[in-house]
């Protein structure tokens, strides 16, 4: 079965950063720890109000930290010439609204698939690995397909809101199938812990979680260290 790999979302630790306005607790630093405690790659999310995330910290963690970095962005414009300045190894294009608290579901493929071909072929010319946040949906993967974005990050929130409706698990499992079956590489993330993270990890055709909130919170009690190990080890038991 194909390794799972593990990325560590370090925005939050930036939001803490960012409430009183200096440089301490810095992102950089605790992706770095990240990665010494088994991360296989950072993700952050450079939002267009930089509430978290700012653009120095895009450009340390491409040149610092010594991991992947997938970069997580709205399909504007100014994202796409900061992607193509930084040359991150992955981006992420993610739905974006401005009074979220965070993300809300997929991105709608269907609705701009023209627009996003054009988006996506320019990522990747420039050597960056484009992949589409959606929501476990046929119909999206195969206009993720169509654009020949080469990853799609299965939307998980619903399924963390509703771990025993196996409805929500049955979803993800045939959107993974089906995808893979297209030759999409498979991502999935959003509101995973310790309790749901196995059932998800289990899915062969999945080959990397993207996981950040819930980690951070759980840092401030046990360390970044220690629950970086421990969901890398329980993802590694559900693999298996």
């Not at 579901?105 to 072929?121: D, F, R, W």
């Not at 749901?196 to 980690?215: C, D, K, Q, T, W």
């Not at 970044?224 to 969901?231: E, F, G, I, N, Y």
Request: charged share 25%; glycine share 6%.
């Amino acid at each position: 079965m194909t390794t799972l790999r593990l990325g560590i979302n370090i925005d939050h630790v930036a939001t803490l950063r960012n409430a009183r306005g200096g440089t301490h607790p810095c992102p950089i630093q605790a992706a770095i720890m990240a990665a010494s405690a088994g991360a296989d790659s950072i993700t952050a999310h450079l939002r267009e109000d930089r509430r978290h995330i700012r653009d120095r910290d895009i450009e340390r963690l491409r040149t610092e930290v010594g991991k992947p970095l997938n970069l997580e962005m709205a399909a504007t414009e100014e994202m796409l010439a900061i992607a193509l300045k930084t040359r991150p190894h992955a981006v992420c294009l993610v739905p974006e609204k401005r009074a979220e608290l965070t993300t809300e579901g997929g991105l709608n493929v269907l609705a701009v698939e023209h627009s996003l071909k054009q988006y996506v072929a320019k990522l990747q010319d420039n050597g960056s690995r484009v992949s589409l946040f959606i929501d476990p949906s046929p119909e999206q993967i195969k206009a993720a397909a169509r654009i020949g974005a080469r990853a799609i990050e299965l939307h998980t929130g619903t399924y963390a809101e509703h771990p025993d409706d196996p409805k929500h698990l049955t979803a993800l499992a045939n959107a993974a199938t089906q995808a893979a079956a297209l030759g999409i590489e498979v991502h999935a993330g959003h509101g995973l812990d310790y309790n749901n993270v196995p059932a998800i990890a289990a899915i062969p055709e999945i080959v990397e979680l993207n996981i950040g909130h819930f980690l951070i919170g759980d840092a401030v009690f046990v360390g970044l260290d220690k629950a970086v190990k421990r969901m890398r080890r329980i993802m590694n038991e559900a693999r298996t």
